[in-house]
């Protein structure tokens, strides 16, 4: 049974939580769960942020600690700038080093260098600023700029047919628009690094839920630039070379072969070849591609037929495997790789 003293007890111990993460953990509808967080909401007792699938909750009031965050905050020339110099200056305020576990201090390091180089080799912008907090229970960072937006700036560099085909393509991985200096992972392990990880600009918000397995796509209003934010608990006992190990294991000599696609992210009725061919575009980089059903719960037989027999049949060497595929589509996607075998 959910009661506003249960919802408190799991928000603390979990230090923050999206909506859908309430609802599986308690076993009831989200309207049951926002019942109650409403009237917490109101007296000061969890914090809300983002809006629709992008809500996270915490707690925070007299038993947080969130109110004695040390944060470090600045402006930067970006021209000439170093990265390691920046994220030198946050752990130099911040103690990082002294007050994070060392996993996490690496994950932390790695994820805003990767970021940080990001806004100073691509944004084109001028300036950038940075902030950096941690308090009692996670640590973070947001890195705006004021340039050209980084799903533009894919979008017009690579010729795509617009910013929602930008979205999709960074998810891929190994994608760059200076190929001579970047291999295109820094988004890619970076997005999969923290509990909450995301991206946003100009009418869209690229969210990763790490904790709930999840990922997803917002409108939001026009924002100049890039605004990239970053979250981890304290507590996490994520390691980055687990994260490595997972998309650059050891039998493809540690090289990133291995890469993740939300189907659902592409369109919401998946019916016609062109449609799989756009999800299938630049796939042929990896060895191993995971083609992640969350969230899918139709699809069209056009669509299947391209992804399991036409692409598998011009990629023999390139292993396809399905995750989170709903039962009632099984029939559809097993009648193509029948078709395949014989």
Same mark, same amino acid.
């Given at each position: 049974?959910?009661?506003?003293?249960?919802?408190? +007890?799991?928000?603390?111990?979990?230090?923050?939580?999206?909506?859908?993460?309430?609802?599986?953990?308690?076993?009831?509808?989200?309207?049951?769960?926002?019942?109650?967080?409403?009237?917490?909401?109101?007296?000061?007792?969890?914090?809300?942020?983002?809006?629709?699938?992008?809500?996270?909750?915490?707690?925070?009031?007299?038993?947080?600690?969130?109110?004695?965050?040390?944060?470090? +905050?600045?402006?930067?020339? =970006?021209?000439?700038?170093?990265?390691?110099?920046?994220?030198?200056?946050?752990?130099?305020?911040?103690?990082? +080093?002294? #007050?994070?576990?060392?996993?996490? @201090?690496?994950?932390?390091?790695?994820?805003?260098?990767?970021?940080?180089?990001?806004?100073?080799?691509? #944004?084109?912008?001028?300036?950038?600023?940075?902030?950096?907090?941690?308090?009692?229970?996670?640590?973070?960072?947001?890195?705006?700029?004021?340039?050209?937006?980084?799903?533009? #700036?894919?979008?017009?560099?690579?010729?795509?047919?617009?910013?929602?085909?930008?979205?999709?393509?960074?998810?891929?991985?190994?994608?760059?628009?200076?190929?001579?200096?970047?291999? %295109?992972?820094?988004?890619?392990?970076?997005?999969?690094?923290?509990?909450?990880?995301?991206?946003?600009?100009?009418?869209?918000?690229?969210?990763?839920?790490?904790?709930?397995?999840?990922?997803?796509?917002?409108?939001?209003? =026009?924002?100049? %630039?890039?605004?990239? #934010?970053?979250?981890?608990?304290?507590?996490? +006992?994520?390691?980055?070379?687990?994260?490595?190990?997972?998309?650059?294991?050891?039998?493809?000599?540690?090289?990133?072969?291995?890469?993740?696609?939300?189907?659902?992210?592409?369109?919401?009725?998946?019916?016609?070849?062109?449609?799989?061919?756009?999800?299938?575009?630049?796939?042929?980089?990896?060895?191993?591609?995971?083609?992640?059903?969350?969230?899918?719960?139709?699809?069209?037989?056009?669509?299947?037929?391209?992804? @399991?027999?036409?692409?598998?049949?011009?990629?023999?060497?390139?292993?396809?495997?399905?995750?989170?595929?709903?039962?009632?589509?099984?029939?559809?996607?097993?009648?193509?790789?029948?078709?395949?075998?014989?």
């Amino acid at each position: 049974m959910v009661t506003k003293k249960s919802l408190l +007890k799991y928000l603390k111990a979990r230090q923050l939580a999206s909506g859908r993460e309430l609802t599986e953990a308690f076993g009831v509808s989200r309207q049951a769960i926002n019942k109650h967080l409403k009237g917490l909401i109101e007296n000061g007792k969890v914090r809300k942020e983002g809006t629709t699938k992008g809500t996270i909750y915490s707690v925070y009031g007299s038993t947080d600690k969130k109110d004695t965050s040390q944060r470090f +905050k600045r402006r930067y020339a =970006l021209e000439g700038l170093e990265e390691y110099v920046v994220f030198n200056e946050c752990d130099s305020n911040l103690q990082l +080093k002294k #007050s994070l576990s060392q996993n996490v @201090f690496n994950v932390v390091r790695y994820a805003f260098t990767e970021m940080m180089n990001n806004a100073i080799e691509h #944004s084109e912008s001028k300036i950038g600023d940075i902030e950096f907090f941690v308090n009692a229970y996670n640590c973070g960072f947001k890195i705006k700029d004021y340039g050209i937006g980084i799903f533009y #700036s894919v979008f017009k560099k690579l010729g795509l047919p617009d910013e929602s085909a930008a979205v999709r393509e960074l998810l891929k991985g190994k994608t760059t628009t200076m190929q001579e200096k970047h291999t %295109g992972e820094g988004v890619f392990f970076t997005s999969k690094s923290g509990d909450l990880v995301a991206f946003q600009s100009h009418r869209a918000e690229l969210v990763f839920d790490n904790r709930a397995k999840d990922v997803f796509v917002m409108a939001r209003r =026009l924002t100049k %630039g890039t605004e990239m #934010s970053f979250r981890i608990s304290r507590n996490s +006992k994520r390691k980055l070379e687990d994260i490595f190990n997972l998309y650059a294991p050891a039998e493809y000599e540690h090289r990133f072969e291995k890469t993740r696609v939300f189907v659902k992210l592409y369109h919401k009725e998946l019916i016609s070849r062109s449609e799989a061919r756009r999800m299938l575009n630049g796939l042929d980089k990896f060895k191993e591609i995971i083609i992640d059903f969350l969230g899918v719960r139709s699809i069209g037989q056009g669509f299947a037929d391209e992804i @399991f027999r036409v692409f598998r049949k011009a990629h023999p060497d390139i292993a396809v495997r399905i995750e989170n595929l709903n039962p009632s589509l099984q029939p559809i996607i097993g009648h193509v790789i029948d078709n395949t075998a014989a």
